[in-house]
């Protein structure tokens, strides 16, 4: 299952399905099914931030998803990872309260070693330049614009501690889509396509920048999961 916030993003990922068909489109969830080199696969949308991503998962858990890769777009909080890369997500920082309903905040929010293992080697054989670490997930998109907030100085101060932790870039859903995929014994990861530079007061630049090589990770690693389980 491939997932993305945006629902005009599961046309796009499905372009690279055969036979792909819409199955529902309910308020923000858009889903596709189709095949990838004969294996079932589909995208969905999550909408924005853990509330509704969460909320999706869930669901398709309830009817059978097992393998979760979110394909999103990100900001950078390092120098070094350019507008047009893409990160490969090992870990979120837990920067949003939806989870802390679900288990206390020392439980880490980790992506599985066997999805990130196939997103790696699917970047390597695709030639994208990618980056792999933790990754920021929060519930503010405007928190990478601190002089909108009253708590400009101390919203600015936290993300520079996740700049400091080496922290690479900062999304929306992939700590909630991490917590609730574990704790219901399911696969998750994601590829995220690198839109804007946080780190740089940039927080967008170029809104389709990486997307497409974000989505061809993506569907490459299907393949590569695929293979290995056959």
Known sequence: MLLCGDP???PRIASRFANARVVSQVREFRVMTGLVDGVAVSAA???IGCP???MIVEALMEAGAHTFVRVGTSGALQRRVRVGDV???TAAVRDEGTTRFYVPPEYPAVASHEVVSA???AAERLGVRYHVGVVHTKDAFYVEEPDRLPSRASAQERMEVWE?????ATEMECSGIFVVSALRGARAGAVLAVVGSTVEGRPIVDESAGVDDA???AVEAVRILARRER
Do not use: N
């Open 8 to 10: 005009d993003r599961v």
């Open 119 to 121: 997103l790696v080697e």
């Open 45 to 47: 949308s999550t909408g």
């Open 52 to 54: 509704s991503a969460v």
């Open 164 to 168: 400091r932790a080496g922290v690479l």
């Open 87 to 89: 990160v490969i997500a």
């Open 215 to 217: 989505i061809d990770v």
